[in-house]
Nanobody
Framework: QVQLVESGGGLVQPGGSLRLSCAAS????????MGWYRQAPGKQRELVAT???????NYPDSVEGRFTISRDNAKNTVYLQMNSLKPEDTAAYYC?????????WGKGTLVTVSS
């Protein structure tokens, strides 16, 4: 069982930055592939970034070059650094852990990009 708790969301102006954190319980965090997803009102949940247990990262074109995912296995935490934020980045952001033990989701943190 893995529990995920996101933090770091909030209101930011266009062009600003935020860093999201996802703290995971459990001693096998390092074996999980981790990801960030987002869901805007009225839209489907979409991939934002993933990082494998080996550290390989992947981003969709919509955030490539603006967002950076990283992980600290010693702290059981995955981060999402978001720069040059746009109003269309407004959404609830969810942390995901995927591995042989299962697929787990956090409850989300809200990011609002608005002037």
């Amino acid at each position: 069982q893995v529990q995920l708790v996101e933090s770091g969301g909030g209101l930011v102006q266009p062009g600003g930055s935020l860093r999201l954190s996802c703290a995971a319980s459990g001693s096998i965090f390092s074996t999980y592939d981790m990801g960030w997803y987002r869901q805007a009102p009225g839209k489907q949940r979409e991939l934002v970034a993933t990082i494998t247990s080996g550290g390989s990262t992947n981003y969709p074109d919509s955030v490539e070059g603006r967002f950076t995912i990283s992980r600290d296995n010693a702290k059981n935490t995955v981060y999402l650094q978001m720069n040059s934020l746009k109003p269309e980045d407004t959404a609830a952001y969810y942390c995901n852990a995927a591995g042989t033990g299962g697929d787990y989701w956090g409850k989300g943190t809200l990011v609002t990009v608005s002037s």
